[in-house]
């Protein structure tokens, strides 16, 4: 019989917080097979809310709505590594996580991620200011992105970049919905998607330092165990805004004030 | 023509986050009278789940949901409320305050709020230990109410205070509840309702003091305003909670790990 692992252990090895005591975090690589087990399970590319936008079961609205609130989560993503890079000492770790800010902000007269974003927004006929504004995105929406500030914030230094390692299972996701989009939607074209497309060299870059970093500096089970409940976390800020959004716009709960989607 | 107000604005007065910038808030009667439309139009007693558990159409493991997941919401008030003392050098609004952590802790020999809703979630059925744990909990429940503490602790004390607004409403939601559930589910009785028997005489007298703190302390239209937004803020709070219920519970999309009722 082999020993137990993620995978043996089955359902069993993942409650919707932590990692089950079972699981064995000895060595760096049973961190590894451990972090790959929860991509495996709990990575949104798994959300009922992806498969009908990927396989083109959504109708403009709900595309809509999808990146009009994804809009809170991209732009906050500088702020979040902002502060990330605000809980090292050691420039060295600075020096290297600091190109994540640049990727999402651009420079002067160089886009980035957000501009890339509001490209697709636009494409999609949502007027950039009401985005950018951000006052029709669902409450659910807020609460996740913010919750993965205040978690980089106040977690340890190794927690906040174990959270990051969402990106390890993004390029698969990416190139589903590069693909499924283009295929099933005439209102979407190359050019929106270009945020995606990007993406798909940016994140196995960092994704791979993310994973050294957290291999290297995780020297016990106790810190593997916490670095492997990190990325349970954010898994968990991740689903909330697909669930809301299928709540709201699937199942037609549009909470309070919330966007709604022209007839 | 009467003057503008929240009320003949219906429904353009509140957006998802904000007050309308053409509601008058000159005075502190405006601002009270906005506070109520408010309560009217945005407080969960007129969310859907909250119609299906008072009118008997859930079954037990339903009600059990809410009530392990309400929980978290209870056991984090007096952390939420101690967040509030310490924005406060004021000693007689520390004074003022302070009870309400008594409320729910309760004290040595006398049990508080947080034991009276463990009297609750035992009565149903569930496990203490488990439902204290917080491990079942959904991911938008954990991450609404850690919004909650955040909020408080962030934003100015003025609005810290006027963010505990939804007492006011409070009252008529109880009253309804208690005979509602008592009413139609034979696995609820007087006994384990007693948390919120006992909330129809302490929330009253909490929301009088902080309604009239706000109409003395906002005394510009922006931090009346300010004001109305940290209510529209809280009721938030509460809506993507009962989202969240519905979504997993009614619609039976429960998220990965999380509480699955028995069969």
């Given at each position: 019989m082999n020993a137990p692992s993620a995978n043996t252990l089955g359902?069993?090895?993942?409650s919707a917080y932590s990692i089950s005591a079972?699981?064995?975090?000895?060595?760096a690589a049973q961190l590894e097979e451990t972090l790959r087990h929860i991509g495996a399970t709990?990575?949104?590319?798994?959300?009922p809310f992806h498969k009908l936008l990927h396989g083109g079961k959504l109708n403009k609205g709900q595309v809509q709505a999808w990146a009009l609130n994804r809009y809170y989560y991209q732009s906050t993503i500088p702020i979040k590594d902002a502060v990330v890079i605000s809980r090292f000492r050691d420039r060295a770790t600075r020096v290297e996580w600091r190109h994540r800010i640049e990727d999402h902000d651009g420079d002067t007269g160089a886009e980035g991620g957000i501009e890339r974003w509001l490209k697709l927004t636009e494409g999609l006929g949502l007027d950039s200011a009401y985005v950018e504004s951000?006052?029709?995105?669902l409450p659910a929406t807020r609460f996740a992105v913010e919750a993965y500030v205040h978690f980089v914030r106040d977690r340890t230094p190794l927690e906040a970049i174990a959270s990051s390692l969402t990106e390890l299972f993004a390029p698969n996701l990416h190139e589903e919905r590069i693909s499924g989009m283009l295929k099933h939607?005439?209102?979407?074209?190359p050019d929106i998607m270009s945020y995606f497309s990007r993406r798909l060299t940016q994140a196995p870059r960092d994704a791979g330092f993310a994973l050294d970093y957290v291999k290297q500096h995780a020297s016990t089970p106790a810190e593997r165990r916490a670095v492997c409940n990190a990325l349970i976390f954010k898994t968990n800020v991740l689903w909330v805004q697909l669930d809301a959004l299928y709540h709201a716009y699937v199942d037609g709960?549009?909470?309070?004030?919330a966007f709604v989607p022209a007839k």
């Open positions: 359902a069993n090895a993942i079972a699981v064995p975090l000895e060595t709990r990575y949104h590319s798994l959300h951000t006052e029709g995105i939607y005439n209102f979407v074209n709960h549009v909470p309070p004030g």
